[in-house]
Nanobody, 114 residues
Framework: VQLQASGGGLVQAGGSLRLSCAAS????????VGWYRQAPGTRRDFVAT???????NYADSVKGRFTIARDSAQNTVFLRMNSLKPEDTAVYYC?????????WGQGTLVTVSS
């Protein structure tokens, strides 16, 4: 499965972006879909996950501001990001955790200016 992330860009603090992650194959049967991020000089950190059962989990730093969603018919995962802060600046990666494998997208850069 190939993942293509998009939607990153430059935005002012307080603004919004929606990231998309299109999968080349079906995500319907995947155990979970998720987003992670990596700021320069840091490790890749968890942002949000959505299980096949509909349960969501968010990092404390993004709770109430970010929303993860999936469109299984379109094999696409989304991350809606509101009230963005400069500390949200990072490369965002999508992830699929499926029974047959674990997959990462190539990342999309989000830059939030103050």
């Amino acid at each position: 499965v190939q993942l293509q992330a998009s939607g990153g860009g430059l935005v002012q603090a307080g603004g919004s972006l929606r990231l998309s992650c299109a999968a080349s194959g079906s995500i319907f049967s995947c155990l979970s879909v998720g987003w992670y991020r990596q700021a320069p000089g840091t490790r890749r950190d968890f942002v949000a996950t959505l299980t096949s059962g509909g349960s969501t989990n968010y990092a404390d730093s993004v709770k109430g501001r970010f929303t993860i969603a999936r469109d299984s018919a379109q094999n696409t995962v989304f991350l809606r990001m509101n009230s963005l802060k400069p500390e949200d600046t990072a490369v965002y990666y999508c992830n699929l955790d499926c029974v047959w494998g674990n997959y990462w997208g190539q990342g999309t850069l989000v830059t939030v200016s103050s």
